[in-house]
């Protein structure tokens, strides 16, 4: 078998470059690549971390959590974010641009919307 790995987590938006945007600034990465209706980034050479796409999506509508009606969009996945300070990365995320979930499943995770509405959760490693 020839090399197959997953090279990145594409995200549809209303507008890839927005939040591309938002995540370069929560996650410190960079742009790789980029065209009209499409954003690539990555961490910094020498840094680890998954590579994430954004396309834009006219028809893009917003995932749901937790649904409560039968038939209702769920969400397909989010991203798991490790971080050291939950609060102060959690009050960052908000001043970039996110939302805090009403869920709240644990205290050592924070559930978060990003600015297109995709569920993504802050996380710390707790002893």
Known sequence: MGRTRVSAVTVDAHDAHELAGFFLRLLGYEIRR?????????PPPGTEGISLAFETERAYVPPVWFT??????????HL????DDLEGET????????HLHEHQPQDDVRVLLDPAGH?????????
């Not at 409560?68 to 996945?77: A, E, F, K, S, Y």
């Not at 798991?80 to 971080?83: A, F, N």
């Not at 995320?93 to 996110?98: D, I, L, W, Y």
């Not at 569920?119 to 002893?127: A, D, K, R, Y």
């Open 91 to 98: 009050a960052r995320a908000v001043s970039e641009g996110a």
């Open 119 to 127: 569920p993504f959760c802050l996380w710390t490693e707790t002893h």
């Open 34 to 42: 980029e065209e009209p209706d499409w954003v690539l980034i990555g």
């Open 80 to 83: 798991d974010i490790e971080v």
């Open 68 to 77: 409560r009606n039968p038939g209702d969009q769920q969400m397909m996945l």
